[in-house]
T-cell receptor, first 115, second 113 residues
Framework: AQSVTQLDSQVPVFEEAPVELRCNYSSSVSVYLFWYVQYPNQGLQLLLKYLSGSTLVKGINGFEAEFNKSQTSFHLRKPSVHISDTSEYFCAVSDPVEYGNKLVFGAGTILRVKS | DAGVTQSPTHLIKTRGQQVTLRCSPKSGHDTVSWYQQALGQGPQFIFQYYEEEERQRGNFPDRFSGHQFPNYSSELNVNALLLGDSALYLC????????????FGPGTRLTVL
């Protein structure tokens, strides 16, 4: 069964500093990878996704992620964070071969941006 | 273009009761998935519906059942509620021919007392 590990439960960072949220997934022949953000008491909003092709994926709000097949990682990065980036971030994986294409999520990382 | 909508927003039930949650998918989408998100955890897949049939199911007991209607909207039913069923229930919709991206609704917060 697929699994996702988000290595940090909380990441504190100062405003305008760079940040990296780490995500590792269990290996599979092929995977789709996603990062979602969840604002308090709201659903999930897609930040970016990797389906195939370039391993560097750019998303909304200045976020990007790099797919590393050898390390089975898909870390999320932003070069300069804002207070408004404070939220919880979820890494997810799906198997394009598996019928139904369900998402398997990590436990989440809370990003706290301090002024 | 309306996104995924869910009702109700909040719900309080007592142990042993039954509950029905509703979801309307994003316009043009034909597939609906349901997820349970317990406090402090990531969402867990419950099941997915396409063409009014359960297409795939996660590791949830039979107390959890669902339905999809001809207009693609969906219901999640939970019988014999337990305290552990307290969670945020998220609905996500997608298009079966391009189901690599799921769009999530705001969720229904269920509290079981």
């Amino acid at each position: 069964a697929q699994s996702v590990t988000q290595l940090d439960s909380q990441v504190p960072v100062f405003e305008e500093a760079p940040v990296e949220l780490r995500c590792n997934y269990s290996s599979s022949v092929s995977v789709y990878l996603f990062w979602y953000v969840q604002y308090p008491n709201q659903g999930l909003q897609l930040l970016l996704k990797y389906l195939s092709g370039s391993t560097l994926v750019k998303g909304i709000n200045g976020f990007e992620a790099e797919f590393n097949k050898s390390q089975t990682s898909f870390h999320l990065r932003k070069p300069s964070v804002h207070i408004s980036d404070t939220s919880e971030y979820f890494c997810a994986v799906s198997d394009p071969v598996e019928y139904g294409n369900k998402l398997v999520f990590g436990a989440g990382t809370i990003l706290r941006v301090k002024s | 273009d309306a996104g995924v909508t869910q009702s109700p927003t909040h719900l309080i039930k007592t142990r042993g009761q039954q509950v029905t949650l509703r979801c309307s998918p994003k316009s043009g989408h034909d597939t609906v998935s349901w997820y349970q998100q317990a406090l402090g955890q990531g969402p867990q897949f419950i099941f997915q519906y396409y063409e009014e049939e359960e297409r795939q199911r996660g590791n949830f007991p039979d107390r959890f059942s669902g339905h999809q209607f001809p207009n693609y909207s969906s219901e999640l039913n939970v019988n014999a509620l337990l305290l552990g069923d307290s969670a945020l229930y998220l609905c996500a919709s997608s298009l079966v021919l391009a189901d690599n991206e799921q769009f999530f609704g705001p969720g229904t917060r269920l509290t079981v007392l």
